[in-house]
C-alpha cells in the first residue's frame, strides 16, 4: 500500500547544499530554544510544555522580532544547523534546562507583556479613530474617499488640491504612471522638500527592514484621502532661469570652486535650495557670507530674488476684442491675446514675439511704438 510522505529540504551553511529537514518530536520541558531574527539578533526561549509551546526567558520588547510566546515548529532546525532566521533547539548544549521558578517568571513576564500590548493596541485604535474623524475638518479643501486607496481618480484629484491650496500661482503637472506611481512636475516656484512636505502624506507604503522593498503601511491620512505606493517629484528649472544664473556660475565657479566638480552643479545646487515665488523674480547670485560653520574660509552663495510689487506687474491700457494692449516697462509695451490673425502687422511694424512674458505670451515694443500699434489693431 503507497502512503504519501512530505519531505522538507532546507539550506544549511554556506555549503549551498539543500538537505533534508527531519521533524523534531517533542522537546524536553524547561530546555533551551534560540531564535534569531532582523540582523541575527539573538533571542533565548524555553520549552513550557509537551506540545513545544516556548516562552522568551530574554526582555521583552516592542521592537522584537519575535513576541513573548511562540510554538516550535517540527521542521525548525537545530541550532548546530543555524543558518538565517528563525528557531533553532539547542542541541549543541542539549543537557540545558532552565529553572522551573525562573521558566515560571517568564510566563507570568510575557502574560503582562501581552496585557500591556493589548491595552496599547485598544489606545491606538481609539486614537486613530479621533484622528481619523478630524482629518476632514484640517483639511477641507480634501475630499475624503469611500472606497479607499482604489479610487485612483480622485486620489489625484485630491494631490492637485493640496498643491494648489498650499502653493497658490503655481502649475503643477499631477499624472499618474502605471498603478503604483504619482509623478509631480513643476518649473521653478517652490522647493522639493517644500512640495514633498505635501505630497508625501498620499505614500501608503514604507520601506521594510532589508531597504530593498516598501511593505503596504497606509496611515490613517490615507484612510480617508487615498494613497499610493509611490510619489516622486521633478522641479525644473526654467531657460529664463538658466540663462541668467549659468553665465555668473560659471565666473563663481573659477573664482571660489565649490565641492562639485562643474559649474553646473554649481549652478544646480543654488536652484535647489532656493524658492522661486511667484511674484519673484531671479536678478543673479549672491553671496550669503556664511561659511555654515565650516573651518574654511570659502564664500557660499544663494539665488538673488526680486520680489515684484503690485504696481510693478504689467498694466492692461487698452483693450480691442480679445486683444490687449499692456504696458509692460516704463519702456516697453507688449500685445497679448488671440494676434494670430495680425502676427504679421505686429511683426512688420517692429514687434517681436515672446512667449516668456510675465503677462503671458506676446509682442514685445518700444513703448514708443504705442502710436503704430494703436493704428494698427484700429484704436
Not at 34 to 59: C, H, P, Q, R, W
Not at 87 to 114: H, L, P, W
Not at 241 to 251: D, F, H
Not at 298 to 323: H, M, N, S, V
Request: with cysteine; aromatic share 12%; net charge neutral.
Amino acid at each position: 500500500m503507497k502512503t504519501n510522505e512530505t519531505k522538507v529540504f532546507s539550506l544549511f551553511g554556506n555549503s549551498g547544499i539543500m538537505e533534508e529537514i527531519k521533524p523534531i518530536g517533542n522537546l524536553p520541558i524547561y530546555s533551551r530554544v534560540i531564535a534569531y531574527g532582523f540582523a541575527m539578533a539573538e533571542y533565548v526561549y524555553a520549552v513550557i510544555d509537551d506540545n513545544n509551546n516556548l516562552v522568551k526567558m530574554s526582555t521583552n520588547r516592542e521592537d522584537d522580532y519575535f513576541g513573548a510566546f511562540h510554538k516550535f515548529d517540527k521542521y525548525d532546525k537545530l541550532l548546530s544547523k543555524k543558518f538565517g532566521i528563525g528557531f533553532y533547539y539547542d542541541d549543541i548544549e542539549s543537557d540545558f534546562r532552565f529553572d522551573k521558578t525562573a521558566v515560571i517568571e517568564a510566563i507570568d513576564r510575557g502574560n503582562e507583556f501581552e496585557n500591556y500590548l493589548k491595552v496599547k493596541a485598544e489606545e491606538k485604535a481609539e486614537n486613530d479613530k479621533n484622528e481619523i474623524n478630524s482629518l476632514p475638518k484640517l483639511y477641507p479643501y480634501l475630499t475624503p474617499i469611500k472606497e479607499g486607496n482604489k479610487n485612483k481618480i480622485q486620489l489625484m484629484n485630491n494631490i492637485r488640491a493640496i498643491l494648489k491650496y498650499n502653493f497658490k500661482g503655481v502649475k503643477f503637472s499631477v499624472r499618474r504612471e502605471h498603478y503604483s506611481s504619482c509623478v509631480i512636475s513643476w518649473t521653478d516656484g517652490p522647493t522639493v522638500n517644500d512640495v514633498e512636505k505635501y505630497v508625501n502624506l498620499f505614500e501608503d507604503h514604507s520601506p521594510d527592514w532589508s531597504g530593498d522593498f516598501s511593505d503596504y503601511n497606509p496611515s490613517n491620512f490615507n484612510a480617508v484621502f487615498g494613497g499610493i505606493q509611490f510619489v516622486s517629484t521633478n522641479r525644473n528649472m526654467s531657460d529664463k532661469v538658466e540663462t541668467l544664473i549659468y553665465p555668473i556660475c560659471k565666473e563663481l565657479f573659477k573664482k571660489d570652486p565649490f565641492s562639485c566638480n562643474s559649474f553646473e552643479n554649481f549652478a544646480y545646487r543654488l536652484f535647489v535650495g532656493c524658492t522661486i515665488p511667484i511674484n519673484g523674480e531671479v536678478v543673479g547670485v549672491k553671496g550669503t557670507g556664511e561659511n555654515h560653520g565650516l573651518s574654511d574660509p570659502r564664500t557660499f552663495y544663494c539665488l538673488d530674488i526680486k520680489t515684484i510689487k503690485e504696481e510693478e506687474k504689467p498694466q492692461i491700457a487698452e483693450k480691442c476684442g480679445d486683444i490687449q494692449i499692456v504696458n509692460y516697462s516704463e519702456k516697453a509695451i507688449a500685445v497679448i491675446g488671440n494676434t494670430k490673425a495680425i502676427k504679421d502687422t505686429l511683426k512688420a511694424i517692429g514687434g517681436r514675439f515672446n512667449f516668456r512674458l510675465s503677462c503671458g505670451a506676446g509682442w514685445i515694443f518700444p513703448a514708443t511704438k504705442l502710436e503704430s500699434v494703436r493704428t494698427a489693431l484700429n484704436l
